[in-house]
């Protein structure tokens, strides 16, 4: 089955800076490729998605690129601020709509 | 649009009673909802796929009579905990899935905090 690997752990920046996330998937019939936000507490936040027809997203501060060929996609947040504090998850699902999440990200942004 | 709820948001109970959380989508249909596991500092963890009208589709590892689903309209499922321990305790988070514009995507709830003294 689908296995999610995510790196790194805990990520520390400070504000201004760049944060970039990886994440690698084993099955290549993976298409659809979400991140999610989640602060402490509380629900996990879609951000942004990416889907396998398309190599990179933007929505301003943030952008999602997927490499199909080595099989990994990276969540990069420009000009961080305090407010990015908090878990970041992806997740991959071959269209069977069935998750599997990376293990996380705790992201701590630097005032 | 999309939200989800849950409740309750938090619930302390004895060990040996059985817990109710419920899964909403306030403002579209889900035919399908998922119930996750959430440990501290961990990653979710898929127990079951809920579907309308049918049988829950349980996880390798999940004890389907001790976690019971019950998806019985298309707003609401329910996962009942059966007789809970204290490893029992954890975070539970529902999601729904919703197509909408050739998207297929899942939005969380805000999840149950279950305490099991």
């Known amino acids: 089955g689908e296995n999610v690997e995510q790196h790194p752990s805990t990520l520390s920046v400070q504000e201004g800076d760049s944060a970039v996330i990886k994440c690698t998937y084993s099955d290549s019939a993976s298409n659809y490729f979400p991140w999610y936000k989640q602060e402490l507490g509380k629900r996990p936040q879609l951000i942004i998605d990416?889907?396998?027809?398309?190599g990179e997203k933007k929505d301003q501060r943030i952008a999602v690129t997927l490499n199909k060929t080595a099989k990994h996609f990276s969540l990069h947040i420009t000009e961080t601020q305090p407010e990015d504090s908090a878990v970041y998850f992806c997740a991959a699902t071959t269209g069977t709509y069935k998750y599997i999440f990376g293990t996380g990200t705790r992201l701590k942004v630097l005032a | 649009g999309a939200v989800v709820s849950q409740h309750p948001s938090r619930v302390i109970c004895k060990s040996g009673t059985s817990v109710k959380i419920e899964c909403r989508s306030l403002d579209f249909q889900a035919t399908t909802m998922f119930w996750y596991r959430q440990f501290p500092k961990k990653s979710l963890m898929l127990m079951a796929t809920?579907?309308?009208?049918?049988?829950?589709?349980?996880e390798q590892g999940v004890e389907k009579d001790k976690f019971l689903i019950n998806h019985a309209s298309l707003t609401l499922s329910t996962l009942t905990v059966t007789s809970a321990h204290p490893e029992d305790s954890s975070f539970y988070i529902c999601?729904?899935?919703?197509?909408?514009?050739?998207?297929?995507?899942?939005?969380f709830g805000p999840g149950t905090r279950l305490t099991v003294l």
């Open positions: 999601s729904a899935r919703i197509l909408a514009g050739g998207t297929d995507t899942q939005y």
């Open positions: 990416i889907r396998s027809n398309v």
């Open positions: 809920s579907n309308e009208g049918s049988k829950a589709t349980y």
